[in-house]
């Protein structure tokens, strides 16, 4: 019932990610995760986000990592902002999200990815990073570069980067109910709860 369209390389996408979870869990309903590149989706439909970095306003940014460590303490991670690389190519490691949900291993593999990059400052973009995340998760790490760079899962990112696209979506997380009732960013997770909510006591 819920679809998240998510890419490792956003702090507030770790919050949504970890936050979504047992709002599921409580309600009995499931998650479909989408990898993305918001790169892509930034180049496409919104390139402010690039001139804000560039331009921001000094106090709006010092409230921004103000509020970000607010919610990483109420989220329970631990969140560096910026970290050393910033921002980061995550492509491999959103590919490999995609090689590994039909072994039902994307939820522990993003996790690692999200705390490699945002807790221990790592940079995933670097094979040796997101190889010692295979081993750390028991996956072979043969295989998982192989499989990341089959045609197949490299057309299977785009294509979710321009369906969110299509479907109004303009960064990460970008969460759907029911297919067509849109919501962007953790904070807005108490009202796509209540939409669950709606549609599970609807006759």
């Known amino acids: 019932m819920i679809e998240c369209f998510f890419d490792c390389s956003s702090p507030w996408t770790w919050l949504a990610f970890r936050n979504l979870q047992p709002i599921a869990a409580e ?3 499931s998650i479909a995760w989408r990898p993305v590149l918001v790169g ?3 180049n496409a439909v919104n390139p402010s986000v690039y001139e ?3 331009k921001g306003v000094p106090a709006k940014q010092a409230y921004l990592k103000k509020d970000l460590g607010d919610w ?3 989220s329970g991670v631990r969140i560096l902002f910026p970290p050393s690389v910033f921002p980061v190519n995550s492509v491999k490691a959103m ?3 995609l090689w590994l949900a039909p072994q039902g291993r994307l939820v522990p593999f993003a996790e690692a990815v999200f705390q490699a990059y945002w807790s221990n400052d790592q940079d995933i973009s670097q094979d040796a990073v997101l190889g010692a995340i295979c081993r750390s998760l028991g996956i072979d790490e043969a295989a998982f570069f192989e499989g990341i760079a089959r045609p197949e899962i490299k057309a299977q990112l785009k294509a979710n980067t321009d369906e969110v696209i299509a479907r109004g979506g303009f960064g990460s997380p970008t969460m759907f ?3 067509d009732d849109m919501y962007f960013g953790n904070d807005r ?3 796509l709860h209540e939409a669950v909510q709606q549609r599970i006591n609807a006759p």
Request: with cysteine.
């Open 27 to 29: 309600m009995g309903v």
């Open 40 to 42: 892509g989706i930034f």
């Open 52 to 54: 804000s970095r560039e």
């Open 72 to 74: 990483a303490r109420r």
């Open 95 to 97: 590919r490999g999200c």
């Open 177 to 179: 109910v029911g297919g």
């Open 189 to 191: 997770l108490p009202l």
